[in-house]
Nanobody, 130 residues
């Protein structure tokens, strides 16, 4: 059973940085995508960034390009989301998720939807406010 545990959220001032971690376990698949999504109050969950299991290629939603960096540490089975120059509109609960079947779609269209993911973490709150 796939388990995902996020950590690293918190309160930060505009322009500040946070690094989120997603510790993964229970994988039985060789090809998959791990991604970060976020959901602000009253809004739909949206994709933020994704990383492919085979070659480590990365993808970003337009509003976070140049500010967020997704990376992985295979030895620790952990995926990170480094978030710099944070803005108030980045405030949301951030979730990591696994997509077993989304690798082809991600490479074709550059994004995944929440419906493409089969396993989710519990989420971590990120608040950007002065």
């Amino acid at each position: 059973q796939v388990q995902l545990v996020e950590s690293g959220g918190g309160l930060v001032q505009p322009g500040g940085s946070l690094r989120l971690s997603c510790a993964a376990s229970g994988f039985k698949f060789n090809y998959y995508v791990i991604g970060w999504f976020r959901q602000a109050p009253g809004k739909e969950r949206e994709g933020v960034s994704w990383i492919c299991s085979d070659d480590g290629s990365t993808y970003y939603e337009d509003s976070v390009k140049g500010r967020f960096t997704i990376s992985r540490d295979n030895a620790k089975s952990t995926v990170y989301l480094q978030m710099n120059n944070l803005k108030p509109e980045d405030t949301a609960v951030y979730y990591c998720a696994v997509s077993v079947l989304g690798l082809v779609k991600l490479r074709r269209v550059g994004v995944l939807s929440p419906g493409d993911c089969s396993s989710w973490g519990q989420g971590t709150q990120v608040t950007v406010s002065s």
